[in-house]
């Protein structure tokens, strides 16, 4: 056992048994000195071994951190105010509309893991902005409206999709895939003429093909209207409408198969030669055939809208004249919603809107057939009192 140190105020050092804690020891400069009593945590704590390693960071490394962090939070917030105010207004807003927005997520990563490491506080800013790209910017959903929305009797289940026309190499196929989601009504864009001849997968379905537009319903059709399309000789169309009134169990639904004018005839000139004026008499264009086509479908008091609407929900034309019936995707999707996925970039651009006396319960996207879309399915239910 080891020995207590016990040193006098003359200088002198005795070693003196732990037995005689308590006691004193007479030196020979004749003081009593106490003999301490050891203390038992102190005895049997062990201390390990300490490794410290010092990196000395030049000091404009925390600078050119807390720069980048906060430099992120506001490009995040400008891209988001400028999405949802200038989306479809101004052209450099309009390419991020429909141009690879995850490119905003790449620096996110790499400065957490330094705010992490070097400025814990830092994270505060990196986050906050992520949290703007994936919301506001790339259109994250939660869906809660659905988590409470719960079941309800006299489900309508609308699918919308865009078929790509004749370039796409499973056409043949739509119709048996899409009545494997247990559809009630099918509305399809760039319709070839052989999907609207009954096939295995329209048996007993009323079918309907008016332009390139087609519809597929268990339900008879009553009656249909037209929207007359003004064409451009070379930026386009107006949009193309179509009213239907479906005879089904809650009533009689007017339902709405649109097909509007595509942003990638401005698009392309400006990748392939910077040329802005195509792409600002496209923007033009198409909020012209968004006004009309939609005044019309209100005018006809329309229930359900469906469709390729070549516009995202951050578009100020969007907003301007499709925001008064709830988008369905909006309200209960959950996810990003991409119906337009291509190689470099992904949109939601296809659309079902709840007008009248429904309202969407669930929204989803459906499987890869072939399309450079993807098939956007909905439930909507009648809203019980009206």
Known sequence: ???????????????????????????????????????????????????????????????????CAWTYLAGALLSALGLWLLGDVWWPFTVLLFGPRWLLLVPAAPLALAAALLRPRLLLPVLVGLALVLGPVMGYRIGWRGWVGGEAPGTLRVITFNVDGGANPRAAEIPAELAKLEPDVVVLQECPEALAVSGAGWQGWTIRRDRSLCLASRFPVDSVLTLETVETRSEGMTGMGFLYWLRTPAGVVRLGNIHLETPRKGLEPLRGTGEVANLVRNIMLRDVGSRRVSRWLAGQQADIVAGDFNLTVESVIYRRYW????????????????????????????????????????????????????????????????
């Not at 020979?28 to 000395?56: H, M």
């Not at 669930?362 to 399915?377: K, M, Q, T």
Request: charged share 20%; net charge positive; aromatic share 8%.
């Open 323 to 386: 925001s008064e019936c709830p988008d369905a995707f909006s309200r209960v999707g959950r996810g990003f919603g991409w119906t337009r996925v291509l190689l470099r970039f992904a949109a939601r651009i296809d659309h079902v809107l709840a007008c009248g006396s429904w309202r969407p319960v669930s929204a989803r996207v459906g499987p890869d057939l072939g399309s450079d879309h993807l098939p956007l399915i909905v439930d909507l239910v009648p809203i019980r009192g009206q």
């Open 1 to 67: 056992m080891a020995k207590i140190e016990v040193r006098c105020h003359c200088g002198r050092l005795y070693h003196a048994d732990p037995a005689h804690a308590g006691r004193s020891i007479r030196c020979r400069c004749g003081r009593a000195v106490p003999i301490p009593t050891p203390n038992p945590s102190a005895r049997s704590r062990f201390k390990w071994p300490t490794l410290r390693f010092q990196v000395r960071l030049p000091p404009w490394v925390p600078k050119a951190l807390t720069f």
